[in-house]
């Protein structure tokens, strides 16, 4: 079933409507179901006594009642009655799915026939805009595990006030693949009860859209995140976030300021690190240790012993040894 609402402009007094299946309505605003799968053009006609206007939208309607669809989870129905509350437009993949409010669309809308397809390790975006009759809380799960629960590891977007929300989530290497999983956006006034997957939200509304995981064929892409990214104990957090499903890891945390050496013994295997630190020793006790710039762009070890003019200008630091003194030049 459809629901169509006159926007018409100047005050018609007639509507004659075509719904693209041969059936039509002279309602102003009226309700129609389609009997067959299809993409319909809807024509409508309005008049009033000074003349009639005529708007036809191709392909406005697309209908699929026996396709595939993500399996049964628990309907978080209400009875809103405020308007302006609720879900008005759903962004998924850069694909707009616009609706109306809560009152309008009756508290919860299911459009899991709508199946967006997306790569598994690719990012899946998603963006969602509300009423603005006052800021809402919106909340986003997607059932990867294709169980028919929305668990807490499954929300992949949680705003707790705004009239728009976005987020960007990597699909999970373990989700279900080939079948449509369960996508549920839920938005409702930012004072009322937490969002529950479960639970009719008290002024906004519920939509439910569909999603197919697919191969991913590509090779990964290297990303990551630090925190924090200025650390006074040396303890880094690193978290993958590369894309296309990586199965191996390679981490090099090398210094790239002036001085080549390890930055936190739990970076590097042990040897590596107790092998760099005695290399750095060894250099200010020969007497002097120099860095150069190499052509190739990467910092090599120093090398000392031999003498090197002080004006070449590849020279960033030296380290003179005078007895018990070391001093540092650059």
């Known amino acids: 079933m459809v ?4 926007a018409s402009q100047y005050l018609p007094d007639t ?3 075509d719904f693209g299946d041969l059936t039509g309505s002279s309602d102003a605003s009226p309700e129609h179901t389609y009997l067959a799968d299809g993409v319909y053009d809807v024509t409508l006609i309005v008049t009033n006594a000074f003349g009639s206007d005529t708007l036809t939208q191709f392909a406005a309607i697309t209908v699929l009642t026996n396709g595939p669809r993500p399996d049964t989870a628990c309907l978080p129905l209400s009875s809103p009655t405020i308007e302006g509350f609720g879900i008005l437009d759903i962004e998924l993949n850069g694909v707009a799915l616009p609706s109306d409010d809560a009152v309008a ?4 809308l299911d459009r899991s026939c709508i199946l967006d397809t997306v790569e598994v390790g690719s990012l899946l975006d998603i963006a ?3 009423g603005t009759i006052a800021t809402h809380q919106i909340k986003v799960w997607v059932d990867w595990d294709s169980s028919g ?3 807490a590891d499954e929300v992949i977007l949680d705003e707790a006030h705004g009239n728009f929300a976005t987020a960007s989530s990597i699909v999970p290497g373990t989700a279900v693949q080939n079948v449509p999983l369960r996508i549920r956006v839920m938005a409702d006034y930012e004072v009322s009860p937490a969002l529950d997957p479960c639970v009719g939200p008290q002024f906004g509304q519920a939509e439910d859209l569909a999603l197919v995981i697919i191969t991913n064929p590509d090779p990964p892409i290297a990303q990551f995140t630090a925190s924090p990214l200025f650390s006074c104990d040396g303890q880094v957090q690193f978290t993958d976030g590369s894309l296309n499903l990586a199965t191996g890891w390679t981490w090099d945390f090398w210094r790239s300021d002036r001085e ?16 760099r630190d005695a290399d ?4 200010q006790r020969g007497g002097y240790a120099h860095l150069h710039r190499p052509d190739h762009g990467r910092p090599e070890r120093p090398t000392t012993g031999r003498a090197m003019h002080p ?10 040894a005078v007895g018990h003194h070391v001093r540092r030049y650059q």
């Open 3 to 6: 629901q169509f609402t006159d």
């Open 15 to 17: 509507w004659t409507w």
């Open 105 to 108: 669309d009756g508290g919860y």
């Open 128 to 130: 969602v805009t509300t």
């Open 149 to 151: 629960v929305f668990t």
């Open 260 to 275: 080549y050496r390890c930055l936190a013994p739990t970076h590097l295997p042990r040897e590596r690190c107790l092998q």
């Open 280 to 283: 750095r020793h060894q250099r």
């Open 311 to 320: 004006t070449d200008p590849k020279l960033l630091l030296w380290l003179w």
